[in-house]
C-alpha cells in the first residue's frame, strides 16, 4: 500500500519536473527574443537590469505560497534568470580575489553564478577594471555590522565617475581553517584585518597566545595556511573546499548577526523600484553649521537617512566629504527637491547612484 502511494507522488514529481523543464526553456527562448529586440533597438551595451530582475525577485516573494522560505525562492529565481541572461550576453564581474573571498560570495549572490568573475588583489583596481570596460560589474565591501566601513571603498568614489547600480547584504560566518586537526596545533593565524577583529573576543578566548598575522583577503589567508605547517586561516566555507583546508571551528563570529554590506558598482543608471535608496558624495564650506544646513533638506522634506560618513578629502589637511546614504530615488519629486536644495548649500555634491535596496 505504501509502496503504491510512493510511486503514485513519485510519478506525479516527476511529471512536475517535465512540465518546469518545458517552462524554464521556453522562459530561456524568450530571453534571446528580448535580446534580439534590445540589439535591433540599438542597444547592445549591457543586458543587465536591476531594476527588472528586483521586480521578478520581489514579485516572486510576494506571492510565495509556501513551503518554501523566500530566501531559497529568491536563490532559485536567481539562478533561473542568471542563466537566461547568460544566453543573451555573458557578463563580467569583478570581485575581491582571489577566490573564496566573501566578495565573490556577494557576486554570486546578487548576479547568480552564469557569469564569468574575475578576481582582483586590490579594490581600487576593481573600480579601474570596471571603468576601462574590462568588466561590466565591480563588487565591493563597503560596511560591516560590527566593524564599520571598509574606508578604501569609501576612498576609491572620490577619483571615479562609476556609479552604485545595486547593494547586497551577506551575513558572514567565519571559519577556522588548517591542515591540522586540532587548534592545538595551529602557532600563527593568517585573515583580513576585519575578520581578526570580528572573531577577537573567539580568539582571545581560545588561542590567546597563537600569532595573528594580517592578510589582504580570507582567501589568501586560507592560500597561506594551505602551505605553511602548523597555520590557519579564518575564512568562509568556500575556502575551506577552494584550498583543502579543513575546519576546525564553526562560526567563530563574536557577533552571532555578523552582516557585511556590498555594494555593485558600474557605469548604468537604474530606474526607480519603489524601494530604493540613494548615496552621496557631499562637502561643504567651513563656516558654522555647515553640516546642519547640509542635512537640513532632508529633514523637510522627509528623507530618512540611512548612513553618513566623514573621509578626509585629499584636497587640503583636515577637509573633508560625506558619503550620504538616503532612502528614495533622485527621480522621485521630493528627492530631487531635496537635492535641488543641498546644491545650492553644498561645496561640491555629487551623486553616486540610485538602486534598490537589497533583495533576501
Not at 8 to 33: G, K, P
Not at 168 to 179: D, F, K
Not at 246 to 254: A, G, K, M, S, T
Request: glycine share 6%.
Amino acid at each position: 500500500m505504501e509502496e503504491a502511494k510512493l510511486g503514485e507522488l513519485r510519478h506525479r514529481i516527476d511529471t512536475i519536473d517535465s512540465e518546469l523543464l518545458r517552462l524554464v526553456s521556453e522562459r530561456a527562448r524568450l530571453a534571446l527574443e528580448v535580446a534580439k529586440v534590445k540589439q535591433a533597438c540599438g542597444e547592445n551595451a549591457c543586458f543587465y537590469r536591476p531594476e527588472r530582475e528586483v521586480e521578478v525577485l520581489r514579485r516572486i516573494c510576494a506571492n510565495n505560497p509556501g513551503p518554501l522560505q523566500n530566501e531559497t525562492l529568491g536563490k532559485i529565481f536567481r539562478e533561473i534568470m542568471s542563466a537566461c541572461l547568460a544566453l543573451e550576453k555573458p557578463l563580467k564581474v569583478a570581485f575581491l580575489g582571489p577566490e573564496g573571498t566573501f566578495t565573490q560570495q556577494a557576486a554570486y549572490k546578487h548576479f547568480g553564478h552564469a557569469i564569468e568573475v574575475l578576481p582582483f588583489p586590490a579594490i581600487d583596481e576593481i573600480f579601474r577594471a570596471v571603468a576601462s570596460e574590462t568588466c561590466g560589474f565591480g563588487v565591493v565591501p563597503v560596511e560591516n555590522s560590527t566593524e564599520g566601513v571598509v574606508t578604501h571603498t569609501l576612498d576609491s568614489f572620490l577619483n571615479t565617475s562609476l556609479l552604485i547600480s545595486g547593494e547586497v547584504v551577506l551575513r558572514i560566518h567565519h571559519n577556522l581553517l588548517s591542515r591540522c586537526h586540532s587548534i592545538d596545533e595551529v602557532k600563527e593565524i593568517f585573515s583580513h584585518p576585519q575578520s581578526l577583529a570580528q572573531c577577537r573576543e573567539w580568539l582571545d578566548r581560545f588561542l590567546p597566545n597563537v600569532k595573528r598575522t594580517a592578510v589582504s583577503s580570507n582567501a589568501e589567508g586560507a592560500r597561506l595556511a594551505a602551505i605553511i605547517p602548523s597555520s590557519a586561516a579564518i575564512a568562509g566555507e568556500v575556502a575551506a573546499q577552494l584550498y583543502d583546508l579543513n575546519i576546525l571551528e564553526r562560526n567563530i563570529e563574536d557577533d552571532p548577526d555578523n552582516t557585511t554590506r556590498f555594494l555593485v558598482i558600474g557605469k548604468q543608471t537604474v530606474a526607480p523600484t519603489g524601494d530604493d535608496k540613494t548615496s552621496l558624495l557631499v562637502s561643504a564650506h567651513n563656516l558654522p553649521g555647515a553640516l546642519y544646513r547640509l542635512l537640513e533638506p532632508f529633514a523637510q522634506h522627509q528623507i530618512s537617512l540611512s548612513k553618513i560618513e566623514s573621509r578626509p578629502s585629499r584636497r587640503g589637511m583636515w577637509d573633508y566629504v560625506f558619503f550620504i546614504d538616503f532612502e528614495g530615488h533622485r527621480d522621485e519629486p521630493r528627492v530631487a527637491e531635496a537635492l535641488a536644495s543641498l546644491g545650492q548649500r553644498a561645496q561640491m555634491m555629487r551623486w553616486l547612484g540610485s538602486y534598490p535596496k537589497a533583495v533576501l
